[in-house]
């Protein structure tokens, strides 16, 4: 199969620097709704991951996004909304990003180019067959993420990859690849644009979709989250009020002894029994 980076194809817009402000958020807007439309396209190779991703997590294993750059921020920033938004432990699901923890404020020279690292980080986590390993790369060539998952399928572990080009050396190396492809970017190659939007509505419906599979979502409600902060206390106690129809106080008081919503709706129809 051919391949071409359209991530990298010049842009369908020129002479940028001469538009005007409402031109260029216009154009913006215009090229960002393509992205949806590009990923509607790939359902059912979301659905094919997200299908192994629940059945390891079942068994005891846990969801690993690696990616280098922006990539590797949006895996990090999906993989860290996991506990608060559906309290699940910390480690359940992990982002890697190449060049380590300090790449995600600043970009590490040469992180992505290894060939090597990206195992090594994996099994830093000591990695088994239980686990899942996503690869994000939006143009689908990134050493780091490629060797990772050869290394991954070498020792029969389950792997995933997000690209923005079709039958990228990432994709043909995983398992389970998802090509989004959503065309040249507004500004040539920024694929932080485009491409980073489509990744993150993919990582969007990868965890929320498997989390809910997993119970961790009530009706429509995010029953077992963290009560981290005032804004979530509030909302936990109006889905209490609203689920068995007490007073605030009454919702606040068994939200403050449970500690979950879940807990609270749970052990006040417990005790109505």
């Known amino acids: 199969m051919s391949f071409t980076k359209t991530t990298e194809q ?41 299908f192994q991703i629940v059945e390891k997590l079942k068994i005891g294993g846990r969801l690993f996004y690696m990616g280098a750059g922006t990539s590797g921020r949006l895996g990090i920033v999906d993989a860290s909304e996991c506990p608060p938004t559906f309290g699940v432990p910390y480690d359940l699901v992990i982002g890697i990003i190449a060049g380590g923890d300090s790449a995600i404020r600043k970009a590490v020279e040469f992180a992505e180019d290894s060939e090597n690292q990206g195992w090594k980080d994996l099994q830093d986590y000591n990695i088994t067959e239980k686990d899942v390993v996503v690869g994000i790369a939006a143009s689908g060539t990134t050493p780091y993420v490629i060797s990772a998952l050869k290394a991954c399928n070498a020792n029969n572990i389950i792997t995933g990859s997000i690209s923005c080009n079709q039958g990228s050396p990432l994709s043909q190396t995983a398992q389970f690849p998802i090509d989004v492809v959503v065309g040249p970017e507004f500004v040539t190659g920024s694929s932080r644009m485009k491409a980073g939007t489509a990744q993150k509505l993919v990582l969007n419906m990868i965890s929320t979709t498997s989390m809910i599979q997993l119970g961790h979502v009530k009706g429509n409600k995010m029953v077992d989250m963290q009560l981290s902060n005032n804004k979530l206390v509030d909302r936990g106690v109006r889905m209490i009020m609203n689920e068995i129809d007490v007073s605030k106080d009454t919702a606040l008081a068994l939200l403050t002894e449970h500690k979950s919503v879940r807990n609270a709706i749970k052990n006040y129809a417990d005790g109505r029994k």
């Open 10 to 50: 010049d842009s369908n817009y020129n002479h940028l620097e001469k538009m005007s402000v409402a031109e260029l958020l216009q154009n913006i807007n215009k090229e960002d709704q393509s992205v949806p439309k590009a990923v509607e396209k790939v359902l059912p190779q979301i659905e094919a991951l997200v």
